[in-house]
């Protein structure tokens, strides 16, 4: 059941591929709240995946999109303020690729033009759609423009390899971009550190299920879901939070702030030998 937060409101929603993607579930999510909404991803992603399908269910145009082009970017904007009738009023950027993680490289034996590749997916796209939004005035006053990060831009965990350093990018990017926004403009930047999540991009990162498992034992109220997730960018994106901006606001279940829960302490202690002594 739908609460019209978002009712007459104008949003993109960049990297909805499947219903196991975040995105995907914001963008229906949106969609029951009120809002009008476009959706966005590459070329490939448009033709070959399941977005086609959403756009005609949501009554949502598809604008194919390089997000690392400027350009692209551009017509992204474009169209979504002409097809909605007006400037937007909500982005969220849920984009993230590694080709070192795709290809098993580890974080000591990067390529580095992968790594390139990388930041610029994962991060620097960010910027690129904040400018482009920014320098063609697309967003709204009181607009709200998202990214999704994870607790790896703080703390070192196994096997996320060079994604951990584009989400740190990301972060920064939200922080310094957000002043500028809201001092000039009054649009919100934020970014979202979701708990580990099942989705097609996140089964590449190897260990990913024991990174799951973990955190949801360290987790007092255990991982949260991506509806979860899609439930509290809703909140961001509403009316409700217009004074949140330059945040990176952690939405894991409590992980974060744990230090050893009670529920890792007994999985742990099983591994003792009973018998040895201190």
């Known amino acids: ?40 991803n590459t070329p490939v992603a448009c033709r070959m995946g399941e977005v086609v399908e959403l756009g005609k269910r949501l009554n949502a145009e598809i604008i194919p999109a390089d997000a690392t082009s400027v350009h692209d970017l551009e017509n992204v904007f474009t169209k979504s303020m002409d097809v909605l009738g007006g400037k937007i009023d909500f982005v969220l950027h849920s984009i993230g690729m590694s080709l070192n993680v795709r290809k098993k490289r580890l974080y000591h034996d990067l390529d580095y033009n992968f790594l390139d590749k990388t930041l610029d997916i994962s991060a ?19 607009g709200s423009v998202l990214a999704l990060s994870y607790v790896a831009a703080q703390r070192t965990l196994y096997g996320y390899n060079d994604m951990a350093d584009a989400k740190a990018l990301l972060e920064s990017i939200a922080r310094s971009f957000g002043y500028i926004y809201g001092r000039e403009k009054k649009v919100r930047v934020n970014t979202i550190s979701q708990s580990p999540t099942v989705t097609t991009a996140g089964s590449g990162v190897k260990g990913i299920d024991g990174l799951i498992d973990f955190s949801d034992r360290m987790s007092p109220l255990g991982n949260a879901s ?34 050893m829960s009670q529920r890792a302490m007994s999985q ?11």
Do not use: P
């Open 1 to 40: 059941m739908g609460y019209n937060l978002l009712k007459g409101k104008r949003g993109i929603i960049f990297g909805a591929l499947n219903d196991m993607s975040i995105a995907w579930k914001v963008a229906e999510k949106a969609h029951e709240e009120g809002a009008l909404i476009t959706l966005s």
């Open 124 to 142: 620097i796209s960010f910027h690129k759609m904040l400018q482009v939004a920014f320098k063609m005035d697309a967003v709204s006053e009181g």
């Open 226 to 259: 991506a509806d979860d997730c899609a439930n509290y960018c809703i909140t961001l994106f509403s009316d409700l939070t217009k004074k949140v901006t330059m945040q990176n606001l952690f939405h894991d279940g409590g992980f974060s702030s744990v230090g």
């Open 268 to 278: 742990y202690e099983k591994s003792f030998d009973c018998d040895c002594q201190d």
